[in-house]
């Protein structure tokens, strides 16, 4: 059974510093993994898709990668700001060879202060 | 573009009470899903469908139920609510379901009191 686990579970940065989000499974044979923004209260907002022949996917100030083999993501947010601060999830689809390839498991995710 | 919508936002019902959670999507999604969100324990699957007409469980499918009758709505229903379905529910739909984006709902906020 897929397990997704994410590290650290709370992180509080001063404004302006680079971070790193840790997110770890144990079954690597995954279609994709996506990393997810939730605010308090709200829904959840879709940051970056890696697919599994990727390495890397970039937005703006944020930067995914992904080593399958070893089991590992890592998000990394350049010059945060306050407006960052959410909950960030990450949730691996996983391959035929992992059975139904529907079905997104997740972490539960990162809560992510920023201070100004 | 509106997304995927749900309503409602908020609801509070007594134990033993009867409810359906409503959750459309516009953008022709094969793929859609139900999730459960509890404080500390992530967002659990609880029943998925790959078109209309074809519903499969997930990992929390009990006391729940769902039908697909069109490719746009997806609704899920609360037959005898109770404490433990105290939840916030989220609604997702993805294009095939392989390498594309899922894309969710604002959410509905339930409590059984």
């Known amino acids: 059974k897929q397990e997704v686990t994410q590290i650290p579970a709370a992180l509080s940065v001063p404004e302006g510093e680079n971070l790193v989000l840790n997110c770890s499974f144990t079954?690597?044979?995954?279609?994709?993994l996506q990393w997810f923004r939730q605010d308090p209260g709200k829904g959840l907002t879709s940051l970056l898709l890696i697919q599994s022949s990727q390495r890397e996917q970039t937005s703006g100030r944020l930067n995914a990668s992904l080593d399958k083999s070893s089991g590992r993501s890592t998000l990394y947010i350049a010059a945060s700001q306050p407006g960052d601060s959410a909950t960030y999830l990450c949730?691996?689809?996983?391959?035929?060879?992992?059975?139904?390839?529907?079905?997104?498991?997740f972490g539960k995710g990162t809560l992510l202060t920023v201070n100004p | 573009n509106a997304g995927v919508t749900q309503t409602p936002k908020f609801r509070i019902l007594k134990i033993g009470q009867s409810m359906t959670l409503q959750c459309t999507q516009d953008m022709n999604h094969n793929y859609m899903y139900w999730y459960r969100q509890d404080p500390g324990m992530g967002l659990k699957l609880i029943y998925y469908?790959?078109?209309?007409?074809?519903?499969d469980k997930g990992e929390v499918p009990n006391g729940y139920n769902v039908s697909r009758s069109t490719t746009e709505d997806f609704p899920l229903r609360l037959e005898l609510a109770a404490p433990s379905q105290t939840s916030v529910y989220f609604c997702?739909?993805?294009?095939?379901?392989?390498?594309?984006?899922?894309?969710f709902g604002q959410g509905t906020r339930l409590t059984v009191v």
């Open positions: 079954d690597s044979a995954i279609y994709n």
């Open positions: 997702a739909s993805s294009y095939r379901g392989g390498n594309t984006e899922a894309f």
């Open positions: 469908s790959v078109g209309a007409g074809i519903t």
């Open positions: 949730a691996v689809r996983p391959g035929r060879s992992g059975g139904s390839n529907y079905k997104l498991t």
